[in-house]
Structures are given as structure tokens and as C-alpha cells.
């Protein structure tokens, strides 16, 4: 089993930055594909970002492309996403989560183990 647990959010203004971790434990994540979600509230879980197991490939939702920035360190077993210029449409819990068979993928159910979430509130 692997367990995740993300740090990092918390209240900011708009245009402002945070960087949030996750870190795994239980087992490597090093050959796991992972992924960054977040749920606003009334609206269902979206996909933000995604690296694949080695961190050579990326992907992002086009409301975060050229702000956020995911990264992994397999050596640390974690993974972080850079969030800047943040907007109010970016508040959010925020959810980390680990694809085992490495699919770097947009789509939640396709992740096999999901963090308790972040939350990441953007003032106006």
C-alpha cells in the first residue's frame, strides 16, 4: 500500500505563489506515474498535472499551463507542484495521487491511491 500525504497549501492573494508536496510512504513511488487533482466546491474533481515515473514527461490542464509546475523526486519519494500567479478560480483542496501502473494520466479513476487533500485558498 502506499500512503500520500500533501503539505503546502493555505491562503494567498491573487497573483501569489505556493508550493505544495506530497510525500509517499509505504512503498517507492519511483516507477508510479503521479498526478495533481483539485475539488472546488459544488464542482467535481479535475485533473491539474501529471509526471510520468521518471519526470521526463509532463502534462497540464490548459487553466495551469505557463503558471504551475509539477516535479518529482524519486530519491525523496515525493512529488511537488509550484503554483504561480495564482487566481481566485485556483481555490481548491488539492489532491495528490499515484497511477502504479505508470499511465500518466488526465483521468482520476485511473490512479490508484489518492491523498486526504490540501486546501488552497486564493483571495481577490
Known amino acids: 500500500q502506499v500512503q500520500l500525504v500533501e503539505s503546502g497549501g493555505g491562503l494567498v492573494q491573487a497573483g501569489g505563489s505556493l508550493r505544495l508536496s506530497c510525500a509517499a510512504s509505504?512503498?517507492?513511488?519511483?516507477?508510479?506515474?503521479m498526478g495533481w487533482f483539485r475539488q472546488a466546491p459544488g464542482k467535481e474533481r479535475e485533473f491539474v498535472a501529471g509526471?510520468?515515473?521518471?519526470?521526463?514527461?509532463?502534462s497540464y490542464a490548459d487553466s495551469v499551463k505557463g503558471r504551475f509546475t509539477i516535479s518529482r523526486d524519486n530519491a525523496k519519494n515525493t512529488v511537488a507542484l509550484q503554483m504561480n500567479s495564482l487566481k481566485p478560480e485556483d481555490t481548491a483542496v488539492y489532491y495528490c495521487?499515484?497511477?502504479?501502473?505508470?499511465?500518466?494520466?488526465?483521468?482520476?479513476?485511473?490512479?490508484?491511491?489518492w491523498g486526504q487533500g490540501t486546501q488552497v485558498t486564493v483571495s481577490s
Open positions: 509526471i510520468s515515473w521518471s519526470g521526463g514527461s509532463t
Open positions: 495521487a499515484a497511477d502504479k501502473w505508470g499511465g500518466n494520466s488526465f483521468k482520476a479513476n485511473e490512479y490508484d491511491y
Open positions: 509505504g512503498r517507492t513511488v519511483g516507477s508510479y506515474a
